[in-house]
């Protein structure tokens, strides 16, 4: 049950934060609908449509960034816009009403409006204002996403937080919230509705990871999530359902520049894929409305840079007919575009104020893939990307990207003089989005720097910087969570002794691992935090409160890792540490009973790509039945699968190497004190490796020939 949809561009605005398009409750059955959009320039627009043309209904001066947009009001016909830490409240025609400061420190980055009650969220704190007055707060301790609010029973209402420690949080009153434990970290959250009636117990999430689910509450204290679409994809950055045809859709825009319907799923059923459109910018906002034609149901789309366009259910033949009404008009306004662009270029030619740098306005994410323990990068702007430099002070690996267009060349570096990776990508005509790949390694951690000039303003360059922990591969988990290792252990053990508070010893940590929280969350005085390694598995936990910490990890290289680390930053600040390091020599063979399996898959893989490839050069696979065993036919049957897995997992039998190399060169430096190298440690291993046995592997571990204790480069460490 497939879609036909059309586009149709309404109009640009200025670059757009997610969630800053509302479209208007229709005031009859099916009749065309106004909405509003807010940009970064501090504009707010009112848009409709009349004999089909789009017309402005209103617009605001210009002012400070407007982050937020939501609609509220007895019918849904207030807008309100956050910009800073204040809130502006407008009437559809554009009457201003309101203006509230929150007195939040930071910027709002989340807002709701229900009845009196609105909701605003700023970093990690959360606060309800009822007309107007403190009603009350909540400090999460970490990244508030996005919020809503729905009726309780009583004069209170329920707040949903969508939290960056992969979990809702539903909060009734000053009650200790509800907690609900998602796979990954929700970044949306988007009332169901069927027509203009919203549901007063069922919302649908989306998460960074692209997964959609339908969250029911039940009461104060039942809370379940049902996932709707569980496959991995592009960040959710926007959802709504509307009926667009032939029954209720699931509206989603992702961070990748896709749009896509699906079918809402009836009990029983899972939800149809319907249509796909790509925007090639991030999407911002999708809703369902009647915008272009009366009758005709589309999604409304807004993207990063602020174009506004419609995916209609108009058949096209009407659409053509009507846009060829209007050739003449439109004509004009490409000519006037086009003189502004023209202008725009010629401004570019002149010498740019120092003292007044032009800013680009870039838009950027970096998120670790789990299923192959790399990072997916996305840079976009505004306008057209020319050039994307990258350099690292650390060493990184970057990765072929099949969607990327741009053309890569890699500059000769020197190590020593702090560049591991200069890089630079040159994009195609009309880029403003692009999607990377990277690879780091544990253990040597640093600052990813991007340079960004656009090609409108190429004298204007834009960089960022991007941190990467030295335990950059571990992801962070919670203690309702399922894993192998949370039955695991043995465990090695780093505890440190000093004059450090706890808030210290959790900004140390931040150089260290990644994801760690704002805050650190207090249970009597101490801090906890647990990870597990996306790469191989192994667990590592974190206890700390004032003047003393202590980790437990399954592999001794994490813990060797935070011991380097964690040193370091303490001689920076000339504090004393004492350092107890304990190791378990049976926690050589957990992490060895990890990474084997994946070293026989990856050899088995490796493998038949070469049977595969000695088939082809052979060309014995024309007639498989005739001339090979029915192994090697199974092998040509499942072809496209394996070299699909092998692209994927290009490299994993080297990185599974260099793990346990490195894990034995960790444990020498922890268990006897000594250093050695890893091209010495290679050698060592290399016969145990190429056997793949675990006993062999085991025994030049625990083999104690030829070793002499060495002293620690650690003054105070205690062994």
Not at 92 to 107: A, M, P, V, W
Not at 574 to 596: P, Y
Request: glycine content about 6%; hydrophobic content about 40%; charged content about 25%.
């Amino acid at each position: 049950m497939t879609l036909l949809l059309s586009r149709i561009d309404y109009a640009a605005v200025g670059v757009t934060s997610r969630g800053t398009t509302k479209i208007f409750p229709a005031t009859e059955h099916r009749q065309m609908q106004k909405f509003a959009v807010a940009d970064h320039d501090g504009v707010l627009h009112v848009y409709g449509v009349k004999k089909g043309e789009l017309q402005v209904s209103f617009k605001s001066l210009p002012g400070p960034r407007i982050n937020k947009l939501v609609l509220g009001g007895s019918g849904h016909d207030k807008i309100f816009i956050a910009q800073g830490n204040t809130v502006k409240g407008y009437t559809r025609k554009g009457k201003l009403f309101l203006e509230f400061d929150t007195n939040l420190i930071d910027s709002i980055s989340a807002l709701y409006v229900l009845g009196p009650d609105l909701a605003a969220c700023a970093r990690d704190l959360y606060h309800r204002y009822h007309d107007c007055k403190d009603a009350d707060s909540y400090l999460a301790g970490e990244t508030l996403y996005d919020v809503l609010l729905l009726p309780a029973d009583t004069s209170l209402v329920f707040a949903i937080l969508a939290c960056g420690d992969c979990a809702i949080r539903v909060l009734h009153g000053t009650k200790t919230p509800v907690i609900l434990r998602l796979p990954s970290v929700p970044t949306i959250l988007s009332l169901y509705r069927e027509g203009d009636v919203e549901s007063k117990e069922r919302v649908l999430v989306g998460t960074i990871d692209g997964k959609v689910g339908l969250l029911i509450l039940q009461g104060n204290k039942t809370l379940r999530i049902t996932w709707l679409l569980n496959m991995t994809g592009s960040e959710i950055t926007s959802l709504d359902t509307y009926e667009l045809q032939d029954g209720l859709d699931i509206l989603i825009g992702r961070q990748d520049g896709t749009i896509e319907v699906y079918t809402f799923p009836e009990e029983d059923t899972l939800p149809s894929f319907r249509y796909r459109y790509n925007a090639n910018e991030s999407i911002s906002s999708v809703a369902g409305g009647i915008i272009g034609a009366a009758g005709y149901p589309e999604v409304l789309v807004t993207t990063y840079s602020g174009r506004i366009f419609g995916l209609t259910t108009r058949p096209p033949g009407i659409l053509e007919a009507d846009q060829n009404d209007g050739l003449i008009r439109l004509k004009g306004e490409i000519q006037q575009l086009q003189g502004k662009i023209n202008e725009e270029k010629e401004a570019a030619n002149f010498s740019v104020d120092l003292l007044a740098p032009l800013i680009l306005s870039v838009n950027h994410r970096m998120v670790l893939n789990r299923e192959d323990a790399s990072y997916s990068l996305s840079v976009e702007l505004d306008t057209p990307i020319d050039n994307i430099l990258i350099q690292s002070d650390t060493p990184i690996k970057l990765l072929d990207v099949e969607s990327n267009s741009a053309v890569l060349s890699l500059s000769a570096c020197n190590p020593k003089e702090g560049n591991f990776v200069l890089a630079t990508y040159r994009c195609q005509v009309n880029t403003s989005h692009l999607e990377m790949r990277l690879r780091t390694i544990e253990g040597q951690p640093g600052t990813l720097q991007i340079y960004v000039t656009s090609q409108v303003q190429p004298k204007c360059c834009r960089k960022i910087s991007i941190p990467i922990c030295a335990l950059s591969l571990h992801v962070r988990q919670y203690e309702d969570e399922n894993t192998e290792s949370h039955n695991g252990g043995p465990f090695n053990e780093l505890k440190l002794v000093g004059s450090f508070t706890v808030a210290e010893m959790h900004a140390w940590l931040f150089f260290a691992l990644p994801d760690v929280p704002e805050r650190p969350h207090l249970e009597e005085g101490e801090a906890s935090l647990t990870y597990i390694s996306s790469f191989i598995g192994t667990l590592l936990k974190c206890k700390y409160k004032k003047g003393s910490a202590i980790f437990l990890g399954e592999n001794v290289s994490s813990i060797i890792i935070l011991r380097d680390i964690l040193t370091r930053e303490a001689t920076k600040r000339k504090i004393k540490l004492d350092v107890f390091c304990n190791v378990a020599e049976s926690s050589i063979s957990r992490v060895l009973e990890l990474v084997l399996p994946q070293l026989n898959a990856a050899h088995d893989l490796i493998i038949k790509v070469k049977i595969l490839n000695a088939l082809e050069e052979w060309e014995l696979k024309e007639n498989p039945k005739e001339n090979l065993c029915t192994e090697y036919q199974q092998l040509i049957q499942k072809e496209a699968e394996i070299r699909s897995q092998m692209t994927k997992h290009n490299e994993i039998l080297e990185r599974l190497h260099a793990v346990i190399t490195d894990l034995y060169v960790d444990w020498e430096r922890a268990k006897r004190s000594r250093r050695i190298s890893g091209n010495d440690a290679a050698k060592k291993l290399s016969a145990a490796l190429e056997s793949r046995e675990l006993s062999q592997l085991l025994h030049v571990f625990i083999d104690t020939s030829n070793t002499v204790p060495a002293p620690s480069s650690v003054p105070s460490l205690i062994i």
